[in-house]
């Protein structure tokens, strides 16, 4: 009986998508069937027509282009601290670096240093960053534009900084003389 009524709502739905018209006949064992063909017996069924959508068409899509700023051929290299150096007993890192072309002023261009989350955004090669913690630290160097954007690459070097701490002696207790 599931599968009747499977196939009679399948057909039901095949016929009202080709026929404008469906009729319905009862037969002698009580099941219904349905038809596009009108007999005496028949009744007709009022079939609504499909929902149907019609998209609106979309604008043509436009991207906004961006202006490229000219190209800068910096070529950019960091002297000090030298890559994997070990720093003895200091606390002020120095970091030099080697730039060719000099620095473009017409668009502003500057020297980004980063180092252990400060950043220092200078016109000069050499920059100092104070108290500088032990372990082992990345410095990251790259030219910018007015924009903080990057015109060059990113050159970056690793160093280790180590403090020794001296203990001091503790002081000698001469023994009291009976």
């Known amino acids: 009986m599931y599968r009747f009524i499977i196939l009679l709502t399948a057909v039901l739905f095949s016929v009202s998508i080709v026929a404008e018209t469906v009729y319905k006949k009862t037969k002698p064992d009580g099941s219904?069937?349905?038809?596009?063909?009108?007999?005496?017996?028949?009744?007709?069924?009022?079939v609504r027509k499909p929902t149907t959508y019609t998209a609106p068409r979309l604008p043509k899509l436009t991207l906004p282009s961006k202006k490229l700023s000219p190209t800068f051929n910096y070529e950019l290299a960091i002297v000090q601290p030298a890559n994997d150096t070990?720093?003895?007993?200091?606390?002020d890192i120095t970091v030099s670096?080697?730039?060719?072309?000099?620095?473009?002023?017409?668009?502003?261009?500057?020297?980004?240093?980063?180092l252990a989350g400060q950043s220092i955004i200078s016109e000069s090669n050499t920059v100092t960053f104070k108290?500088?913690?032990?372990?082992?630290?990345?410095?990251?160097?790259?030219?910018?534009?007015?924009?903080?954007?990057?015109?060059?690459?990113?050159?970056?070097?690793?160093?280790h900084l180590k403090r020794f701490f001296k203990k001091p002696t503790p002081p000698k207790i001469k023994p009291k003389a009976p």
């Open 32 to 46: 219904f069937e349905f038809t596009d063909q009108a007999s005496p017996d028949s009744e007709e069924i009022n």
């Open 131 to 159: 108290n500088v913690d032990r372990g082992t630290h990345q410095i990251n160097v790259s030219v910018i534009n007015a924009d903080g954007e990057s015109v060059s690459s990113v050159v970056s070097t690793t160093f």
């Open 86 to 91: 070990t720093i003895h007993n200091k606390s």
């Open 97 to 114: 670096v080697a730039l060719q072309p000099n620095l473009n002023s017409a668009y502003k261009h500057q020297i980004r240093y980063q």
